[in-house]
């Protein structure tokens, strides 16, 4: 006979079974994607064109500015997350860091010293010319991209600006000023 009180009909009463496995990875990341959910719910707003045309956006503007001090404590809250997490890296992410910097300096564009385009044509060899045209070339190559991106990013950015625009001005027209 089995005991009223016992932890077995608890939990097959709350549904739990103790011969499930539990992956600790699939438990964090379900629990990531909830908070991540409940913050996007509580930070961002979606203005549909419905909303747009009766007027109920000035609403749910005026709900967006009780939500930015909120924005600045998950802000202040991940900076301090990151700087952390980055305090604590092993030696060997701090070995993988060193050499993606490295790399960076070699074929990246950030932080260009002007000497580093130079090629002393008289005392390189054929070798180490064709290497460092190589290099060249996947640097010029990388700022092609960087210029490409950054336009189009340019143009993302001047969208959102002009909606930001025209949002401050239903505010202003929302909240008198004294």
Same mark, same amino acid.
């Given at each position: 006979? +089995?005991?009223?009180?016992?932890? @077995? *009909?608890?939990? =097959?009463?709350l549904g739990i079974n103790f011969d499930d496995e539990y992956d600790d990875d699939e438990i964090i990341e379900r629990r990531l994607k909830e908070r991540e959910a409940d !913050?996007? =719910? &509580? @930070? +961002? @707003?979606?203005?549909?064109?419905?909303?747009? &045309?009766?007027?109920? &956006? #000035?609403? *749910?503007?005026? +709900? !967006?500015?009780?939500?930015?001090?909120? #924005?600045? &404590?998950?802000?202040?809250?991940? #900076?301090?997350? @990151? *700087? #952390?997490?980055? =305090?604590? /890296?092993?030696?060997?992410?701090?070995? /993988?860091?060193?050499?993606? /910097?490295s790399i960076q300096k070699e074929f990246g564009t950030a932080n260009d010293d002007e000497n580093n385009w130079k090629i002393d044509l008289d005392s390189t060899s054929d070798e180490d010319l064709n290497r460092e045209i190589g290099r060249l070339r996947k640097k010029l190559d990388r700022i092609r991209q960087e210029n490409s991106d950054l336009e189009a990013e340019k143009e993302k950015t001047q969208e959102k600006l002009e909606i930001i625009y025209s949002q401050n001005e239903k505010l202003e027209r929302l909240i008198p000023m004294e």
């Open positions: 006979m +089995s005991d009223p009180n016992s932890p @077995t *009909k608890a939990a =097959s009463e !913050v996007k =719910s &509580i @930070t +961002s @707003t979606f203005i549909s064109p419905e909303e747009a &045309i009766n007027g109920s &956006i #000035d609403q *749910k503007l005026l +709900s !967006v500015l009780t939500n930015r001090s909120y #924005d600045a &404590i998950v802000k202040s809250a991940q #900076d301090r997350a @990151t *700087k #952390d997490y980055l =305090s604590n /890296l092993t030696s060997e992410m701090n070995f /993988l860091l060193q050499n993606h /910097l």
